[in-house]
Structures are given as C-alpha cells and as structure tokens.
C-alpha cells in the first residue's frame, strides 16, 4: 500500500538547521511530484514546499522560500526539505504528501519541528 514516512523533526534553535526525510513505498515514485505541508499549534494547514518528478522544478511559499531547499532521490524514493535559518514561527508538524489531481490524495502521519531557544 502507499507510505509516506516522515523523520528528521526535532528541537532546533533559531537561526539553526534542520533537514527532513520523506521516505515512500507502494506506488512509482518517480511519476509524482510531492509536496511538504505543514500545522503550527492552533493553526490551519499551511502549504510549505513542492516538487516536480525529476526535482528540477521546485516552489516554495513566500514565508520559507530562502531558507528551505526541497530535493528528491529518486533512487531511495525519498523526497528532502532542508530548513535553515530557522525561526520559531517554523514550529509546526511537518507533512509529506502526495500530489494527484490538482490535490493530495496520501500523506504521512507528520514530524514535529520544533524552533526554541
């Protein structure tokens, strides 16, 4: 079946790094662009990152875009969001999901990142 398995979340201090793994299984990787998602505390759904299925087009929201970098390893289907310069408004359960239909059709179950000093 499909899995996307999120790790690499964590304490971090502000202005410090963070690199996040989605690990996937159970359909072809390499024909799906993916997504990173995130929820701060309280809050709603927040679209951070995406890309596309060879990882040459990337996007990112204005609020991370300078400070993340996403990337896919085709080979060990596992798309990356490395988070520098941190901030403590970066403090949220991170997502990966699968793009389908305009949509996310799979996600995982999340990694918290949290930004504290």
């Known amino acids: 079946q499909v899995q996307l398995v999120e790790s690499g979340g964590g304490l971090v201090q502000p202005g410090g790094s963070l690199r996040l793994s989605c690990a996937t299984s159970?359909?072809?990787?390499?024909?799906?662009?993916i997504n990173w998602v995130r929820q701060a505390p309280g809050k709603g759904l927040e679209w951070v990152s995406r890309?596309?299925?060879?990882?040459?087009?990337?996007y990112y929201s204005d609020s991370v875009k300078g400070r993340f970098t996403i990337s896919r390893d085709n080979a060990k289907k596992t798309v990356y969001l490395q988070m520098n310069s941190v901030k403590s408004e970066d403090t949220a359960v991170y997502y990966c999901?699968?793009?389908?239909?305009?949509?996310?059709?799979?996600w995982g179950k999340g990694t918290l990142v949290t930004v504290s000093s």
């Open positions: 999901a699968r793009v389908y239909m305009g949509g996310m059709d799979y």
């Open positions: 159970g359909f072809t990787f390499n024909n799906y662009w």
């Open positions: 890309i596309n299925i060879d990882g040459v087009n990337t």
